[in-house]
Each structure stands twice: as structure tokens, then as C-alpha cells.
């Protein structure tokens, strides 16, 4: 896998990435279904073309945060697949060596600052990391994903408010999904989620997020403009949740939207807008390389070994300080 | 030897690591100016790039601490009112902590939050009056509470040099207090290592923060035979734990072996406190002759405004005697049970 964004922007490379994620995404829903993930995962299907345009749009060098529903980031970085299965299913193998799950999958090597768990929680995180990369004289930028429920997160505000100040080379996107776990942004955001960002006076735009290539034009615009030393800007991403907020929800059935909803929803597929771009050949080739490439990412984590319980508190601190044991003398 | 006091050992131990190391850079409300003291002066020696006045925005300026950390910098956040660590628990507890574990050793996050002002001032009161070291130390957040000025120099240096996060807390009542010390003298402290104060050989009494100078003063009455120790010399070992998370639990096994005997003097709420753990692990495991006694705050407690309230919510010397002359066989003394009990009928109705 290469380092830095999973495919070069062009055309078929950001319909390689929409690919990738929507088929390791489908292969993990298997994985559930199969008790190899345990827990459960929060599907990114739908919302490929946020990941694949964003992430094309940084050097390898440049940061990211994440979110529950992070595999489509961290994919798009260039993370690889395996090692991202292997962690979701608690291997040794994994990012996190099994520590993380889902939520945490992410390869610091590439400039991955986590996929955090909390709603919103990250948003700081990702704007004192792009502080100390100019602190540090680089101009690298970190991009901070996160969603419409984020947006009533007092911390995102608050960090709007810091980033804003000291010009912090941080771009800010949110992928508007429609909904905040079951509740409608419409019923949870007052305002807009654009109108909060500009009252900072953070430069913020909405993207067509079903769109790789338009979500790619804002990012690189974006991107350059904190790599400039202008500060942060925002990109609102109009985007469709195709699955449910976690696989949870296949055998709950909580009854939030309807199924004629999910079906119009789905009707303009961002993997499929970005094929349509390519040529049928070359579509199908890309389409081949992926299965293969998770055939093997799916034999690599089912056999990865699991990690041995003896092990529980490792890496609790970065010194290797260990904690005393629960039980014992 | 020079006269240092508490608050200018934290502040030379800033300028000394943000002299040393250029990673070291320093967040919080009124840093510039000040205002707690602490960092008079860094703002002019070291420039507003390393010295940022934050907004009243603790959750977002603690978080952009823990990113700053993930991307090489040794950051140290200050909080004016420990009250306002609840504020930013969820990025300190949640985040910063669990790094390193949920990452599998792939990330560090050297941050130390530093909070002078910490547990009860005089006219201040309850939302100014906390001290949540234990709070922090059921996390498992390392944990430091200074008692001294060279403790405060030489512990918030090894914060700043730990490679995860660390909170600092410079308890009230100690801030004001000043050593002789030679400046030259001023070393790091490591993390996790006791000291004792007071050698003694009937009691060992673990005082926490400014506690020590409590039993300091009530280690000298009983040397003296005083304290109604009934004429009898009482030795009092005083062991100031230094940090609260890791604890020296050698060294503390090593004091009971010598005496027998303990009293925690502990400003924590009673129900799971740092000094409830200290008993536990006593009783569990060193060696004890008498049964161990804690002297702390109340359960649940809010600390009152009036000064007789807010010192009556607060562990005091008068409960450390009455717990030392228990410990030594000298009787029941009810004069640390003065508080009312809440009477259970008329709290269900």
C-alpha cells in the first residue's frame, strides 16, 4: 500500500478508495454476521466519496482524526486493509494490536491521530496537533472529521473559537449524514452547521459529499488555504448514511426512517457516480484488485493470533509503568 | 540557601524545563499575566508561541494540549480552580489517559495539568474548594501532590518530563509555604516515591499536600509527650507519599514494619478517597498491629462558605490526635464524630 492517501486523485484512484471502502466495509458486516468481529461496527457505507475526495487532498505527512464511523478515513489515509480487519476483529496483527477495536483502528505511521469514540471529542485533538506542526516549522495541515451530531458538541465549538484565533492550519469536516444516531439533524441543529463555523469567521462551504471529485475540489482549497497560513475553513458535507448507525440495528430494527427512505437514499451510490468516470475496462480491473486484495485482508486477521490475557495491561503507559494486578497478593 | 517559596519552586521548575527543552510550552486561563503566579514572568522570557492565554475554554484547550502532545510537544495546562478539571475530566480521564493503551502503544501523550490553588481557600468555598486527587488516581492518571517547595520544584519537573500525562496538585494551603534551600540543590523528584518527613517508630501517619505540615506539628506534640499522650513520648512517622498514583508501596510497607500502626490524613471525601485505598492495601497486605485509622473529608462533602463550616468539613489536627492516641491504645475518643448524622426516618421521609 502506498503512504500517505491510498490512491493518487485522479479519477481512478478516488474510485479505487470509494471501492475499497464500500467493499471492506461489506466484508467487516460479514465478519459481524460471522461472530468474528465481535461488538459490532458503524458502517461507512454511503459516505465513501467524504473519505476518498478529503483524504486525496493531503501529503502523507499531514494529520487526521476520526470518528466511530472511521474506517473510511483511515482507509483513505492508506491504511492497510488487513492489519484494519485484523484490529476490528482483536488481533495481535491490528493497528492497535487489539487493543482499539472499530472505534480506535488507526496507523500512526500515517499520520492517523485516532479514531475517537466520544462525539466530537477529537475536534481539539486534531487542532493542537496541526498547532504543533507549525510550532515545529513543518506546514503540515490536520483535517478532523466529524459528523452533524458532533456540531452540538460544545468542545467543536470551542475549538472553532481557538482554531480560529490562532490560525490554526486545521480543516474541519463534517459529514452531514442526516442523522445523529436516530435523530434528524433537522430536529437537533438549530441554525446551520455552516452558519456555526462562520460565526467564528472560519470560511465554510457545503460539498456535494456523494460526490468524490467535488468533495476532492473543496478539500484541496481547503487544505491549501491552512497549509497558507490563513487558518482553518470547514467543509459541510451533504452525505446518505446507506446502513444503520451500528450493525446493531439488523437485528434491533429500531424504526427511525423508513425503508422507502433508505431506498431513495441509496439511489445515487458515490462509489457508482465515481465509476461512471472510468472506463468499464479499467473499473473492472480495479474491482478484481480489491476482492483480491481482501481475500487475503480477511484470511490475514482470521488467522492472526488473538492476544494473550496476560497481556491486558500493556501499553497502558507510554513508560511501561505496570499497574498493580486486580486480584492477588 | 535561600528562602523558596511553593509557588516560585513551580515557577522556576516552568522556566527551567521551558528553558531546556523547546518542545515545553504552557496553555491556560491568564498564563500570561499570571494570575495564580505561577507563571509570572514565562510569558516575557519565552514569547506569546509558548506561553498561549486560552479562552475560558477548558474542554477545547485541554484536548488541543492532548493533539499538541501526540504531535511532539511536552505541553503543561494550567487550571485555575481544581473545580475546573471536572470541566475537562472527559478529555483528561477519557482521552489523554487512554491513549496509549487504546492505540497499542502507538501514541504518548506528555501533558501535565497543572493545578495550583487546589482544596479548600479560605472565603472561596464550594466550587472553588475540591480536591480530586483521588479522582484521579481511581483513574489511574499519575497523580502528584507536592508538600514542599523543593518537592513542587523537583515533582513538576518529572511531570513535564513524563511521557504521560501527569496532574500536579498545589494544594492551598501549601502554596504560601517557603524553605531554605539551596538552588542548586533543586533535582527532579521521581514519580512514585515516598518521603518521610519525621522518622518514628509507635505510628506511621500518611499525610498528604499540606497535611504534612499538620502532622508535623502533632508528631512533635507527642514527642514531647503532649497531645494526651498521657505523659507517654508517642513517635510519630510522618510519610508524605509525594505521589498519590503510583504509590511507594514499599516504602510504606517498610514504615509498618517499623511501627505497626497507621493514620491516613488524607483531604479527600471518605467513600473511595486515596486514603481508603492506603487501609485497604494494609490490611491486605503489611504488617499491622493495631487497627488502621483515616482522618478525612466527610462523604459526598461540599465545602461550606462560613470559615467554621468549611473547616469542619475539613480534616483537621484535633481527629489526627484523637486517630494517633486510638492507634496506640489510648482509648476511644469521640471528638472527631461531632458532625451530625443524617438520621435515616427523616431522610426517607
Known amino acids: 500500500m502506498p503512504s500517505g492517501p491510498a490512491a493518487p486523485a485522479d479519477p481512478a484512484g478516488l474510485y479505487r ?11 467487516a458486516i460479514e465478519l459481524v454476521r460471522a461472530g468474528v468481529i465481535v461488538g459490532g461496527i458503524h458502517p461507512y457505507l454511503g459516505q465513501e466519496a467524504v473519505a476518498a475526495g478529503a483524504c486525496a487532498a493531503l501529503r502523507p505527512d499531514d494529520l487526521v482524526t476520526s470518528t466511530h464511523r472511521g474506517h473510511g478515513h483511515v482507509l483513505a489515509k492508506g491504511a492497510d486493509p488487513a492489519r484494519m480487519l485484523a484490529e476490528l476483529a482483536g488481533r495481535t ?4 494490536r487489539g487493543r482499539g477495536g472499530s472505534m480506535h483502528a488507526a496507523d500512526f505511521s500515517l499520520g492517523i491521530l485516532g479514531a475517537d469514540a466520544i462525539v466530537g471529542a477529537a475536534t481539539p485533538i486534531a487542532a493542537g496537533a496541526a498547532w504543533a506542526g507549525r510550532q515545529a516549522g513543518s506546514d503540515r495541515v490536520a483535517m478532523a472529521f466529524f459528523g452533524d451530531g458532533a456540531a452540538n458538541q460544545g468542545v467543536v465549538l470551542e475549538t472553532f473559537n481557538l482554531a480560529a484565533l490562532w490560525r490554526v492550519p486545521v480543516v474541519f469536516v463534517c459529514e452531514n449524514n442526516g442523522f445523529a444516531t436516530t435523530m434528524r439533524t433537522e430536529a437537533a441543529v438549530a441554525g446551520s452547521i455552516v452558519g456555526r463555523a462562520t460565526a467564528f469567521g472560519i470560511p465554510a462551504h457545503t460539498v456535494d459529499g456523494m460526490d468524490a471529485e467535488a468533495v476532492y475540489a473543496a478539500a484541496v482549497d481547503a487544505v491549501a488555504h491552512a497549509r497558507a497560513g490563513l487558518g482553518p475553513s470547514l467543509l459541510e458535507c451533504h452525505t446518505q448514511r446507506f446502513d444503520a448507525h451500528h450493525t446493531w440495528e439488523h437485528t434491533a430494527r ?7 427512505e433508505v431506498a431513495a437514499a441509496r439511489v445515487r451510490d458515490p462509489v457508482s457516480v465515481q465509476g461512471a468516470r472510468i472506463p468499464p475496462q479499467l473499473r473492472a480491473e480495479i474491482d478484481a484488485e480489491i476482492e483480491a486484495l481482501l481475500d487475503e485482508a480477511v484470511r490475514f486477521a482470521r488467522e492472526s493470533p488473538h492476544p494473550d490475557p496476560g497481556s491486558a495491561t500493556d501499553y497502558l503507559y507510554a513508560d511501561g509503568m505496570r499497574p498493580r494486578a486486580g486480584a492477588g497478593r | 540557601m535561600t528562602r523558596l517559596s511553593y509557588l516560585k519552586a513551580l515557577n522556576l521548575a516552568l522556566g527551567d524545563e521551558m528553558e531546556r527543552d523547546e518542545a515545553v510550552c504552557l496553555f491556560g486561563e491568564d498564563v500570561g499575566v499570571g494570575i495564580t503566579n505561577v507563571t509570572a514572568g514565562l510569558l516575557k522570557r519565552f514569547g506569546a508561541q509558548r506561553v498561549l492565554d486560552t479562552p475560558i475554554s477548558e474542554q477545547a484547550f485541554t484536548g488541543f494540549a492532548t493533539g499538541a502532545a501526540l504531535a511532539g510537544r511536552r505541553p503543561v495546562v494550567e487550571y485555575q480552580i481544581p473545580a475546573l478539571l471536572f470541566l475537562a475530566f472527559e478529555q483528561i480521564a477519557n482521552q489523554a489517559h487512554k491513549f496509549s493503551l487504546m492505540t497499542g502503544g502507538q ?9 495550583p490553588n487546589s482544596g479548600s481557600r479560605e472565603g472561596w468555598a464550594v466550587q472553588h474548594a475540591d480536591h480530586p486527587y483521588s479522582l484521579f488516581a481511581h483513574v489511574g492518571v499519575k497523580t502528584v501532590v507536592p508538600a514542599t517547595p523543593a518537592d513542587a520544584y523537583g515533582l513538576l519537573v518529572s511531570a513535564i518530563r513524563d511521557d504521560d500525562p501527569v496532574v500536579l496538585f498545589g494544594p492551598s494551603g501549601a502554596l504560601g509555604l517557603r524553605d531554605d534551600v539551596d538552588p542548586a540543590g533543586l533535582v527532579p523528584v521521581p514519580l512514585g516515591t515516598a518521603r518521610i518527613h519525621r522518622p518514628g517508630t509507635d505510628v506511621t501517619v500518611v499525610a498528604v499536600g499540606h497535611l504534612v505540615q499538620d502532622a508535623l506539628a502533632v508528631a512533635g506534640e507527642f514527642a514531647a509527650g503532649g497531645a494526651e499522650g498521657a505523659g507517654r513520648a508517642i513517635s510519630v512517622e510522618v510519610f508524605d507519599p509525594r505521589t498519590i498514583y503510583p504509590f511507594d508501596w514499599t516504602a510504606l510497607a517498610a514504615s509498618l514494619d517499623r511501627t505497626g500502626r497507621l493514620v491516613v490524613l488524607d483531604d479527600s471525601n471518605r467513600t473511595g478517597g486515596v486514603g481508603a485505598e492506603i487501609l485497604a492495601t494494609a490490611a491486605e497486605r503489611m504488617h499491622l498491629v493495631a487497627r488502621p485509622e483515616r482522618v478525612t473529608r466527610p462523604d459526598g462533602a461540599v465545602l461550606p462558605f462560613a470559615r467554621a463550616l468549611d473547616l469542619a468539613m475539613q480534616p483537621n489536627r484535633d481527629q489526627l490526635r484523637a486517630a494517633i492516641r486510638r492507634t496506640v491504645g489510648l482509648g476511644r475518643d469521640t471528638a472527631d464524630d461531632a458532625l451530625p448524622q443524617l438520621r435515616v426516618e427523616e431522610a426517607v421521609l
Open chain 1, 93 to 96: 496483527t491490528g493497528f492497535n
Open chain 1, 17 to 27: 478508495v470509494t471501492r475499497l471502502i464500500r467493499r471492506f466495509e461489506e466484508r
Open chain 2, 107 to 115: 501514541a504518548r501523550v506528555p501533558v501535565t495539568y497543572l493545578v
Open chain 1, 254 to 260: 429500531p424504526r427511525y426512517r423508513t425503508d422507502e
